[in-house]
C-alpha cells in the first residue's frame, strides 16, 4: 500500500497485545492519581479519602466492564466516542467525544504540571515561577514521542511503568511501620454528618478520574490484536492491579503523616508523596519517591495524548473535527496531525498553572463521559452482552450520583463546553443536509 493509499485510508495497524496494552492501562492510571490527586481528595474529604479511593474503585470497576465489551464487541479507536454513535445517537456520540477531549486534555495538563512540581521540589526551586515552562517542555516532548509511533511509545511505557510502580511499592514498605503508629489518631473512615457524606462524594469523584486510565485501552481498539479477547482482559487485569496499588499507598500516607498535613503538602508544594517520604526518616527515600512520580505523570502524559489524539482521529473520520486530522502517515501509521492538536490543546491548558481546577475539570467530564459509555451498554443486543445489564446501570447511576458534587463552577463550564458541541453538532447537520437536498 502506498502512502497516499494509508492517508486515504486512515487505518492502523493491530501490534499490541495483552501485555502491551496492561502497561498501557498502568501507564495511564499508575502516575498523577496516586502521586498528586490523593492529596487533592485528603484536602476535601480528610482521612476519609481512603474510603473514597474503595468507592471510586467500585464506579471505575462498573465503567470498566462496560468499556470491556464494548471494546471488544466494536474494537475501533475513538472508544465510547464511537460508542455512542453505534448504540445511541450522533448527539450522544458528540457529547462523549468532546467529554473525553475536555476530561483528558485536563488531565494531560495535571500530569504536566505535577511533574514539574515534583521536579522543582526536588531541585529547591518550589517558589521560583517555573511550573509552567517546565511543564509545557514535557507536553513538548511527549507530543513528539508519540508522533514518533506506537511501537516507540511502547517501550518508553514500559520503562516508565516499572519504574514507577517500584518507586510506589519502596513507599509502602518503608512507610508501614510509620502508618501502624499512627492509625490511631489520623485514620477513621466514617464520615461525619452530611457535609462529611457530601464531601466523600466529592472526593470521590476526583478519585474516580485517576482510575479511568484504563479507558485508553478501550480508545486504541483498532491497534489492539485479538481485540475481543486482550482488550476485556486488560481492562480487568489493569483496574485491579490500580486498585491495590492505590489502596495502599493511601493508607500508608494518610496513616503517617495525617490527611490534613498531605493536603497540605499537596498545596504548597504540589508533591506530596515525597514530603511524606520525608517523614519515614530513611535517607534516600524521598529522592526515590520523586524519581518514580516524574516518570508516572510522564507516562500519564505520554498515554494520555496517545489516546486522546486516537479520539481526535475518530471525530475527524466522522467530520465531528476538521477531516484533515484523520491523515495516517505511512511510515510510522499515526495520525501526526491529530497528536499534533493534542498536544496544543493540552499545552493551552497547562497554561492555567492551577493543578487542582484542571483535575476538577477532569473529574466532571469523564464522569458524564462513563455514564454515556454504561448508557451505551444498556442498549446492547442481549447476544452482544458479556454481563449483566445490571452492572452497567451501576455504572450510571454512581457516575451521574458523584458527579454532581464536583465544584459547581467546574459542572457548569463542563456542561456550556458539552452544550456549545452539541449545538454547532446540529447546525452542522442542518446545514448539511440543507445542502444534500438543495
Not at 502512502?3 to 498501557?24: I, K, N
Not at 448527539?91 to 495535571?110: C, E, I, N, P, Q
Request: hydrophobic fraction near 55%.
Amino acid at each position: 500500500m502506498t502512502e497516499r493509499d494509508h492517508r486515504s485510508s486512515g487505518r492502523l495497524t493491530r501490534q499490541v497485545g495483552l501485555p502491551g496494552a496492561v502497561l498501557l492501562g498502568l501507564g495511564s492510571i499508575v502516575g498523577t492519581g496516586i502521586f498528586v490527586s490523593v492529596g487533592l481528595a485528603a484536602g476535601v474529604a480528610g482521612s476519609t479519602v481512603v474510603v473514597a479511593v474503595v468507592l471510586a474503585a467500585l464506579v471505575a470497576a462498573a465503567s470498566a466492564l462496560s468499556t470491556a465489551q464494548l471494546a471488544a464487541t466494536h474494537p475501533v479507536s475513538g472508544g465510547t466516542y464511537e460508542y455512542g454513535y453505534r448504540y445511541l445517537s450522533a448527539t450522544f456520540g458528540v457529547v462523549a467525544g468532546w467529554a473525553f477531549l475536555v476530561a483528558k486534555t485536563a488531565s494531560a495538563a495535571t500530569a504536566a504540571l505535577g511533574f514539574a512540581g515534583y521536579l522543582l521540589d526536588l531541585l529547591g526551586l518550589v517558589d521560583v515561577g517555573l511550573h509552567v515552562p517546565l511543564a509545557l517542555a514535557a507536553v513538548a516532548c511527549f507530543t513528539a514521542l508519540v508522533a514518533a509511533g506506537i511501537r516507540r511509545t511502547n517501550v518508553a511505557n514500559g520503562v516508565i511503568v516499572t519504574v514507577a510502580i517500584g518507586a510506589l511499592l519502596l513507599f509502602v514498605v518503608v512507610g508501614a511501620p510509620s502508618a501502624v503508629a499512627g492509625v490511631g489518631a489520623h485514620l477513621s473512615l466514617l464520615p461525619t454528618g452530611r457535609s462529611g457524606v457530601s464531601a466523600l462524594l466529592h472526593a470521590t469523584a476526583l478519585m474516580f478520574v485517576a482510575y479511568t486510565g484504563y479507558g485508553r485501552i478501550a480508545t486504541l481498539g483498532e491497534e489492539v490484536r485479538r481485540p475481543a479477547r486482550t482488550i476485556p482482559w486488560a481492562i480487568i487485569l489493569t483496574l485491579a492491579a490500580s486498585l491495590a496499588l492505590y489502596l495502599a499507598v493511601s493508607l500508608v500516607a494518610v496513616g503517617s503523616v495525617g490527611a490534613d498535613l498531605l493536603a497540605d503538602y499537596t498545596r504548597t508544594s504540589g508533591a506530596p508523596l515525597e514530603d511524606a517520604a520525608r517523614t519515614f526518616g530513611v535517607a534516600g527515600l524521598p529522592l526515590v519517591v520523586t524519581v518514580g512520580a516524574l516518570v508516572a505523570m510522564l507516562g500519564v502524559l505520554l498515554n494520555l495524548v496517545l489516546g486522546l489524539s486516537r479520539v481526535v482521529l475518530a471525530m475527524a473520520r466522522r467530520r465531528d473535527l476538521p477531516g484533515g486530522l484523520a491523515e495516517v502517515r505511512s511510515e510510522q501509521r499515526g495520525p501526526t496531525r491529530a497528536v499534533l492538536l493534542t498536544g496544543v490543546a493540552v499545552a493551552a491548558l497547562v497554561l492555567t498553572g492551577d493543578i487542582g481546577l484542571t483535575w476538577s475539570v477532569s473529574a466532571f467530564t469523564v464522569l458524564v463521559y462513563y455514564a454515556i459509555t454504561n448508557l451505551a451498554v444498556l442498549r446492547l443486543p442481549a447476544e452482544a452482552r458479556r454481563y449483566p445489564r445490571w452492572i452497567a446501570a451501576a455504572g450510571l447511576a454512581g457516575c451521574l450520583g458523584v458527579g454532581v458534587w464536583v465544584e459547581t463552577r467546574v459542572w457548569v463550564g463542563g456542561l456550556a463546553v458539552i452544550l456549545l458541541a452539541v449545538t454547532v453538532h446540529a447546525a452542522r447537520s442542518r446545514l448539511g443536509g440543507r445542502a444534500a437536498g438543495g
